[in-house]
């Protein structure tokens, strides 16, 4: 690890104004998961009620990455953060008056999502410009360690004080953490460059969309995030939530425990990434994550049988132990995985595309998660958990099927690269 990133006081404020937000954002979201799975008892009302958020993204992400792109990226995230803490207090001043209706919370839910349509390019953006190239995987390796702690610790919390005091309360302490993250940014210092592209937000995307589609790797790298998006993220979010507290009848805070369970896999998958990520290419710690992830879908597998899930019935505490170890064995494999994802295209898009190409992963990532979101939603109403499962597993092999070319891609041109220095290396002999 480069202790020299941990001197850094730049990155030391990425990191606080990052994990900060990240708190209070699952603090929010784990509170409205309970309050609507908790009001509706639907799994495919609840994958509605959750892909209404990505609707935004979808439609916005054309423009968001371009105009991104062209503003002060520092200025940006603190505005954004800044008004996302305003919205919360107001919504919190509203609940005096009334109990929050689930109309409240869909329109909360599109208005963050239309935050973070411009908020994630921004953000995405702001690494790279201050740490060196040659420290980015350990950059991220470390960032997604702190962010593992942060959403260990949160889910709990948000269990507790959504069980004693109700989303009230919740809204109020992530007001707080968007307000803190500001004060955070507005601290940091690097260089804010924008881009002098003046084409319209569509010409501009389409020259992302034309950069991506001519790199195999980046491609490859595109697909493979949105099978994740459609397979992986819509069974946890939808299938878990829904099993834990309607089949299983578990109480709040045990969601919170499995919850938990996924970042303490992603710190442990953080402490690996540090200690030996660096003995591989990039392209090897990609395919070695997605073989672990199809190795813990096989966790999740023995529920196909009727035999399995009588024992979870069978006493309260099944349930919450078995999805917190196959959650923790998934994250471990899954932030693997991402380390070397993220590092992959903040290393290789140029800096005056890196918005517009965040902007493109959280559009498709955004139409794979809806309509994920939507298939596991009936799946799992309609009690075919056996299929959903079944679903998942096909998606997780498609994963280690699209990185193919990457790697052979990521192998011709390490080849290529050796002839070149071995004919220069002679030129300059000669």
Same mark, same amino acid.
């Not at 305003?86 to 329109?107: C, E, G, T």
């Not at 035999?307 to 505490?317: E, G, P, Q, T, W």
């Given at each position: 690890?480069?202790?020299?990133?941990?001197? $850094?006081?730049?990155?030391?404020?990425?990191?606080?104004?990052?994990?900060?937000?990240?708190?209070?954002?699952?603090?929010?979201?784990?509170? &409205?998961?309970?309050?609507?799975?908790?009001?509706?008892?639907?799994?495919?009302?609840?994958?509605?009620?959750?892909?209404?958020?990505?609707?935004? !993204?979808?439609?916005?992400?054309?423009?968001? =990455?371009?105009?991104?792109?062209?503003?002060?990226?520092? !200025?940006?995230?603190?505005?954004?953060?800044?008004?996302?803490?305003?919205?919360?207090? #107001?919504?919190?001043?509203?609940?005096?008056?009334?109990?929050?209706?689930?109309?409240?919370?869909?329109?909360?839910?599109?208005?963050?999502? /239309?935050?973070?349509?411009?908020? =994630?390019?921004?953000?995405?953006?702001?690494?790279?410009?201050?740490?060196?190239?040659?420290?980015?995987?350990? #950059?991220?390796?470390?960032?997604?360690?702190?962010?593992?702690?942060?959403?260990?610790?949160?889910?709990?919390?948000?269990?507790?004080?959504?069980?004693?005091?109700?989303?009230? @309360?919740?809204?109020?302490?992530?007001?707080?953490?968007?307000?803190?993250?500001?004060? @955070?940014?507005?601290?940091?210092?690097?260089?804010?460059?924008?881009?002098?592209?003046?084409?319209s937000g569509l010409a501009a995307f389409g020259d992302v969309l034309l950069f991506t589609a001519k790199d195999l790797r980046l491609s490859s790298l595109l697909a493979n995030g949105n099978l994740t998006?459609? *397979?992986?993220?819509?069974?946890?979010?939808?299938?878990?939530?829904?099993?834990?507290?309607?089949?299983?009848? #578990?109480?709040?805070?045990?969601?919170?425990?499995?919850?938990? @369970?996924?970042?303490?896999? #992603?710190?442990?998958?953080?402490?690996?990434?540090?200690?030996?990520? +660096?003995?591989?290419?990039?392209? +090897? $710690?990609?395919? /070695?994550?997605?073989?672990?992830?199809?190795?813990?879908?096989?966790?999740?597998?023995?529920?196909? *049988?009727?035999?399995?899930?009588?024992?979870?019935?069978?006493?309260?505490?099944?349930?919450?132990?078995? &999805?917190?170890?196959?959650? *923790? /064995?998934?994250?471990?494999?899954?932030?693997?995985?991402?380390?070397?994802? =993220?590092?992959?295209?903040?290393? $290789?898009?140029?800096?005056?595309?890196?918005?517009?190409?965040?902007?493109?992963?959280?559009?498709?990532?955004?139409?794979? %998660?809806?309509?994920?979101?939507?298939?596991?939603?009936?799946?799992?109403?309609?009690?075919?958990?056996?299929?959903?499962?079944?679903?998942?597993?096909?998606?997780?092999?498609?994963?280690?099927? /699209?990185?193919?070319?990457?790697?052979?891609?990521?192998?011709?041109?390490?080849?290529? %690269?050796?002839?070149? +220095?071995?004919?220069?290396? @002679?030129? %300059?002999?000669?």
């Amino acid at each position: 690890m480069q202790t020299t990133l941990l001197k $850094n006081k730049n990155y030391l404020l990425y990191l606080f104004g990052n994990n900060t937000s990240i708190f209070g954002d699952i603090l929010l979201m784990t509170g &409205f998961s309970l309050y609507i799975m908790t009001v509706t008892q639907s799994a495919m009302q609840f994958g509605i009620s959750m892909a209404i958020a990505f609707v935004p !993204r979808v439609l916005l992400s054309p423009f968001s =990455g371009a105009w991104v792109d062209k503003l002060k990226k520092r !200025r940006t995230v603190i505005c954004l953060d800044i008004i996302r803490g305003f919205w919360l207090v #107001a919504l919190w001043l509203l609940s005096f008056q009334a109990p929050l209706s689930l109309k409240a919370i869909y329109a909360s839910l599109i208005f963050f999502a /239309v935050c973070d349509t411009f908020f =994630g390019p921004a953000f995405t953006t702001i690494l790279p410009r201050m740490i060196p190239q040659e420290n980015i995987s350990e #950059a991220n390796a470390i960032s997604n360690t702190t962010k593992s702690i942060t959403t260990t610790i949160s889910p709990l919390v948000a269990t507790l004080i959504f069980s004693k005091f109700g989303i009230a @309360s919740l809204l109020l302490l992530d007001a707080a953490t968007f307000l803190v993250s500001a004060v @955070s940014e507005y601290l940091m210092r690097f260089d804010d460059s924008v881009t002098t592209e003046k084409r319209s937000g569509l010409a501009a995307f389409g020259d992302v969309l034309l950069f991506t589609a001519k790199d195999l790797r980046l491609s490859s790298l595109l697909a493979n995030g949105n099978l994740t998006h459609f *397979f992986l993220f819509p069974f946890i979010e939808v299938g878990i939530i829904y099993l834990l507290i309607v089949t299983f009848k #578990a109480p709040a805070f045990h969601f919170g425990i499995v919850e938990s @369970s996924y970042s303490a896999g #992603a710190i442990f998958s953080g402490i690996i990434a540090l200690s030996i990520g +660096q003995k591989r290419s990039i392209a +090897q $710690n990609i395919n /070695v994550g997605i073989v672990w992830m199809l190795g813990a879908v096989l966790l999740y597998g023995i529920m196909i *049988f009727d035999k399995f899930r009588d024992i979870l019935m069978a006493n309260a505490y099944m349930p919450v132990a078995y &999805f917190t170890v196959c959650g *923790f /064995v998934m994250f471990m494999a899954f932030n693997f995985y991402g380390v070397y994802f =993220g590092s992959y295209y903040q290393s $290789n898009v140029p800096q005056n595309m890196l918005g517009r190409f965040t902007s493109l992963l959280i559009m498709t990532f955004a139409i794979s %998660r809806l309509l994920g979101m939507l298939a596991f939603g009936a799946l799992f109403e309609s009690g075919r958990i056996d299929l959903a499962i079944y679903v998942l597993l096909t998606g997780m092999a498609l994963k280690l099927l /699209v990185h193919v070319p990457f790697l052979k891609e990521d192998h011709r041109v390490a080849v290529q %690269r050796k002839k070149e +220095q071995e004919i220069g290396t @002679s030129d %300059r002999i000669g």
